[in-house]
């Protein structure tokens, strides 16, 4: 209960995996990564079978495991991916046409039923989503910050890629504060049921949280600009361009994804 890093993406764990590991995918240049995210990105958009969805799920979780990440870890960070597919992809089952699973629900609203159209349909989210999170945080995990922020300021416009990696850093500060709030409120004693009971006083709690974020946030600006920084963070960094054989294999994702594409669209037969 001290810490958010059991349920959402913790940017300090990520960076010390980053900074402090040497697996196979750290060696890989980052380039080839981001070269990477946009095949699987175009892949799952594309592709309309549970079986081939659940194939590129099943080798980027192999991907994630040669890595030498923690697949414990990785499913506690499901948790915002799997509240996004209860809330959106759930509803889908029921109201999916075609034929009942089961049983039919009577409800207030009318019937409700579970159909194989449905869980199908939900399997395909699922493994959409569950796909590229689980590359991005392998590709994060595995990239050292100095990269990243060379790769933003080459990828993005000014001055969002400058927002975006000062975003990063200030949500350093953010989950500092609201674990030392968690941390003081559980030593008073605190639990949750009290904290639904008196939930108007802890938000205020939270409001001064948050300014205090903020201004701390403020005085990094401050002591940022008395360093020297002149609005341009990827002048401290440089990646070099990726090898040949790494070039030919994402050319070659993308080829095997648009051949799909086409194989599956009639132009082209298999």
């Not at 000014?158 to 500092?176: G, S």
């Not at 639904?196 to 002591?223: D, F, K, P, Q």
């Amino acid at each position: 209960m001290t810490t958010l890093s059991n349920h959402v993406p913790d940017p300090r764990l990520i960076t010390a995996y980053a900074e402090h590991r040497d697996g196979p995918l750290h060696r890989i240049n980052p380039w080839t990564k981001v070269g990477v995210v946009g095949a699987l990105v175009l892949a799952v958009t594309v592709v309309d079978s549970l079986a081939v969805l659940a194939g590129l799920y099943a080798v980027t979780l192999a991907v994630y495991g040669i890595a030498g990440l923690p697949y414990r870890r990785l499913g506690a960070w499901y948790t915002l991916p799997s509240l996004f597919l209860v809330s959106v992809a759930g509803p889908l089952a029921f109201l999916e046409p075609g034929t009942p699973v089961g049983g039919v629900l009577t409800t207030p609203v009318g019937d409700l039923s579970v159909t194989w159209e449905g869980a199908a349909l939900f399997g395909e989210l699922t493994c959409r989503s569950l796909t590229v999170v689980t590359f991005a945080l392998a590709a994060t995990m595995t990239t050292r910050y100095a990269d990243i922020a060379y790769l933003l300021g080459r990828l993005l416009p000014r001055p969002i890629d400058q927002i975006a990696l000062l975003t990063y850093r200030f949500t350093f500060v953010m989950l500092e504060t609201l674990e030392e709030l968690v941390k003081a409120v559980l030593a008073r004693g605190a639990t949750l049921t009290e904290f639904w009971t008196n939930r108007r006083t802890y938000a205020r709690i939270l409001g001064m949280t948050l300014l205090t974020a903020i201004e701390r946030s403020e005085r990094l600006v401050v002591s940022m600009d008395a360093r020297g920084y002149d609005g341009d963070v990827t002048l401290y960094g440089d990646v070099p361009r990726p090898p040949r054989r790494e070039v030919l294999a994402v050319v070659a994702c993308y080829v095997g994804v648009v051949g799909y594409a086409l194989a599956v669209s009639g132009v082209v037969s298999l």
